[in-house]
């Protein structure tokens, strides 16, 4: 019964979306306040991450000299041939992977499968490891190369100062989810979120959805490198 | 009845998140699928109005499928829905300015470097 109130509370549509900006006490109905505001910080990192990507355009659209071509200074050389971008196709479907992964995470942590749960996290949190780690390997073959924010042997010297920016943002924001992961899935493979009680990622025994919210960032990562590997490895 | 301290039952959980596991590895394949495309499209070598056109459209495609599916985005109401997708737009506004703004400033360092 409760269940229908809902509904009928709560048309779906745009009358729906017109009801909830104009209601009582709360927009955003059936969403805690939890995921609510982690979207909110999701979209404001859109806009830190749009601005970045904005100002890589600037640079590279008002620069006279020629841009670094991307296919041959991120190429890689295996076996005696070079492949083009190999390094940064194989940190994307690591990326995809963890974020399949953690999709996994989230539909285990609402059927309260305590370990599954956790050990999807912790591979969440070892592929993207291993994304900061070819990252890591990545920038110091560039750097070995001589590629400074100030400028480099390959082209236009703004072609530095925007890989750094935009690339070491990005992996800021991989390295503190990997900080997360670990910490929500310990907390959860010890049965803390199956113990009665408030804390500050649950509001009971049996809440998972701390699971969902640190999904919506790490899926968030994934999404960002989307753009990044589109606009700044690619065009 | 509405005794919030005992173990709620995983279906009761108005607030969750439950979809088929096949959706799930369906979007994850198709991620696999347009990363790869995007890869060939540069090794490739596409120029010009082929490579742009086709990079967008598998990015946001990609994009799509993880707002989508991945962050549940489609179904969620439409009052969070539209409070996270509508206000990015903005950013095609700005996009536009600094078009402008960098074609002018090329403009004025092609005519004052040229030694004229």
Redesign the interface.
């Given at each position: 019964m409760a269940e229908s109130t809902l509904q009928t509370d709560h048309p779906e549509g745009l009358d729906g979306f017109v009801r909830d900006w104009s209601s009582d006490q709360r927009t955003f109905k059936r969403v805690s306040w939890g995921k609510a505001m982690m979207w909110i910080f999701l979209l404001s990192d859109t806009f830190v991450f749009s601005i970045f990507l904005i100002g890589y355009m600037s640079a590279r659209m008002s620069t006279k000299s020629d841009w670094p071509n991307t296919s041959e200074v991120f190429s890689l050389h295996v076996g005696g041939a070079d492949l083009p971008l190999l390094l940064i196709a194989i940190m994307t479907f690591v990326l995809i992977s963890s974020s399949g992964t953690m999709a996994m995470a989230v539909r285990c942590g609402y059927a309260r499968a305590r370990k599954a749960t956790a050990g999807l996290m912790y591979l969440t949190a070892l592929l993207g490891a291993t994304f900061v780690g070819m990252q890591v390997f990545e920038w110091t073959k560039l750097i070995q190369e001589g590629v400074r924010p100030w400028g480099n042997p390959f082209g236009a010297e703004q072609f530095g100062a925007s890989f750094f920016m935009i690339t070491g943002f990005h992996g800021t924001h991989v390295s503190i989810g990997v900080l997360f992961l670990i910490i929500i899935a310990t907390k959860i493979w010890r049965g803390e979120f199956d113990r009665p009680g408030r804390t500050w990622l649950k509001s009971d025994a049996g809440d998972y959805e701390a699971v969902e919210i640190m999904g919506l960032y790490w899926h968030f990562v994934d999404l960002v490198w989307v753009f990044i590997f589109a606009f700044f490895y690619l065009w | 009845m509405t005794d919030?301290?005992t173990?709620?039952p995983?279906t009761a959980?108005?607030?969750?998140?439950?979809?088929p596991?096949k959706l799930?590895?369906l979007?994850?394949g198709l991620?696999?699928v347009l990363?790869a495309f995007?890869?060939l499209?540069?090794?490739a070598g596409l120029q010009g109005l082929a490579?742009?056109s086709l990079?967008?459209v598998?990015?946001l495609l990609?994009?799509g499928l993880?707002?989508a599916?991945?962050?549940?985005i489609a179904w969620?109401?439409?009052?969070?829905a539209?409070?996270?997708l509508l206000?990015?737009l903005a950013?095609l506004a700005?996009?536009a300015i600094?078009?402008f703004?960098?074609?002018y400033?090329?403009a004025t360092?092609?005519s004052v470097?040229s030694g004229h």
């Open positions: - | 919030t301290t173990l709620k995983p959980h108005v607030e969750g998140q439950q979809h596991l799930y590895f979007v994850w991620l696999f990363s995007s890869y499209v540069d090794y490579r742009w990079i967008i598998f990015m990609k994009a993880i707002v599916v991945f962050m549940h969620e109401r439409l009052a969070l539209y409070a996270i206000p990015p950013v700005f996009l600094m078009t703004e960098s074609d400033t090329l360092r092609i470097f």
